[in-house]
């Protein structure tokens, strides 16, 4: 069993930046695949990006490319998601999530990962 506790989010204004972290439990997480997922309110859940265990590939949703950059610390076990450039349509709530091995690729399924953190909200204002 695997917990997943995200910290990080606030209030930026447009244009600024955020870091958010993704602290998890447990001595296998070096192993999973870990990905940033967000929700809006009144829209589904999207794939944000994604990195594997090795951090020897990652992904990005297009509308984040360039802006946003993932990575890992497996000493410390934490997933970061250090956010730049931010927009209002960047709003949402933000999730972290785990994928037991074997991995092939970074999923961008929701339904690929097998665990969740809480989320943590980030608000841009225009």
């Known amino acids: 069993q695997v917990q997943l506790v995200e910290s990080g989010g606030g209030l930026v204004q447009a244009g600024g930046s955020l870091r958010l972290s993704c602290v998890a439990s447990g001595r296998t997480f070096s192993s999973y695949a870990m990905a940033w997922f967000r929700q809006a309110p009144g829209k589904e859940r999207e794939f944000v990006s994604g990195?594997?265990?090795?951090?020897?590939?990652?992904d990005y949703a297009d509308s984040v490319k360039g802006r946003f950059t993932i990575s890992r610390d497996n000493a410390k076990n934490t997933v970061y998601l250090q956010m730049s450039s931010l927009k209002p349509e960047d709003t949402a709530a933000y999730y972290c999530a785990a994928k037991r091995p074997p991995v092939l690729y970074v999923a961008r399924r929701s339904a690929d990962y097998d665990y969740w953190g809480q989320g943590t909200q980030v608000t841009v204002s225009s």
């Open positions: 990195i594997s265990w090795r951090a020897d590939m990652m």
